[in-house]
């Protein structure tokens, strides 16, 4: 939920005497920037500790200088929940950034993105590039990202949208699997090149919900690569198309218990049967992104007798 539709909403009146009346633990109010919030539940909740919101010149108080001082705006997007009111006849003092729209905060945009300024690097693609991208991530996937960061449940329905907008193939950066498709801001997937990537990159950073890109689309993204870059024929046009689509979903297997992410040190082996048909591979893996719902996995082992690195390709 963005900021401009939580200021939208209609909310019922409280006056500041009767928030006054609020300010003990177990009956906890505050107001920001006019809205009344009921913070009882919270409070043992926050990363700053309970004595902070049970201080004097908060609890029951208007905190909205004490809060900005310390925190972005964005913050109070996960917790619409707790609006109960607003005070009457008050206007907001915060500037509310609309889906979309840039931060008016001075160096809280990348710098290519400063009116007046120029860069060879950028052209008028990135800025509608960029502008049509940050408005699914503010309308359409900030609030679900943040859901699923504070409930740690999967959500494959979610990257199954994503993928409508081309985010696995836009992970995996430029070249020949975004032909022919059409991206934020009407650009052709054939002029993606590594600049929109990183402003890819830096839109999901914006986030701060690491659960669900670090996850979704970098574990999609690690794995696919092995794929893209070094697989068969055959095997590209069996596992690519499904998992950009997120009809499959795949996983890069490398780190082991014993070693953690030391590829050198991995245990895991693989050793071909007598007919020369088939790997018997032998070993675990811990600690494997998108590893509990992927259908491929791409496993890193040890093979022949100097102990070979060799990627295998294992279904589920």
Not at 89 to 101: C, D, F, K, L, Q
Not at 122 to 134: E, I, P
Not at 244 to 258: G, P
Request: hydrophobic letters at 35%.
């Amino acid at each position: 939920m963005s900021l401009g539709v939580v200021a939208t909403r209609p909310y019922k009146p409280i006056t500041r005497e009767e928030v006054a009346k609020h300010n003990k633990r177990d009956d906890c109010w505050i107001i920001i920037d006019t809205y009344v919030y009921d913070i009882t539940s919270f409070i043992d909740m926050h990363p700053g500790g309970a004595a902070v919101l049970l201080d004097a010149t908060v609890a029951g108080k208007d905190s909205t200088d004490s809060f900005f001082g310390l925190h972005r705006a964005e913050v109070l997007e996960k917790y619409p929940r707790l609006i109960i009111g607003r005070v009457p006849n008050e206007s907001t003092r915060v500037v509310i950034r609309h889906a979309g729209e840039l931060s008016r905060v001075p160096h809280a945009e990348p710098l290519w993105l400063t009116p007046g300024y120029h860069t060879p690097y950028y052209n008028d693609s990135h800025r509608a590039f960029h502008k049509a991208l940050r408005k699914i991530f503010d309308e359409k996937l900030r609030r679900k990202a943040w859901e699923i960061e504070e409930s740690g449940k999967w959500d494959l329905g979610l990257l199954k949208e994503m993928s409508e907008w081309h985010f696995q193939r836009m992970r995996l950066g430029p070249g020949s699997h975004m032909k022919g498709i059409i991206l934020p801001g009407d650009l052709k997937g054939e002029d993606y090149n590594y600049f929109h990537e990183l402003i890819f990159t830096q839109e999901i950073g914006r986030m701060g919900a690491r659960t669900m890109f670090d996850g979704f689309v970098s574990g999609l993204s690690i794995g696919l690569s092995t794929i893209y870059n070094y697989a068969s024929q055959a095997v590209k046009d069996e596992v690519m198309e499904p998992c950009l689509r997120s009809d499959k979903y795949i996983c890069l297997a490398i780190t082991e218990a014993f070693m953690g992410s030391d590829v050198a040190g991995i245990r895991t082996t693989a050793e071909k049967t007598p007919d020369g048909k088939h790997w018997i591979i032998n070993g675990t893996k811990k600690w494997i992104t998108n590893g509990m719902f992927a259908d491929y996995f791409a496993t890193c082992c040890k093979t022949g007798p100097n102990g070979h690195l060799t990627m295998i390709l294992v279904k589920r």
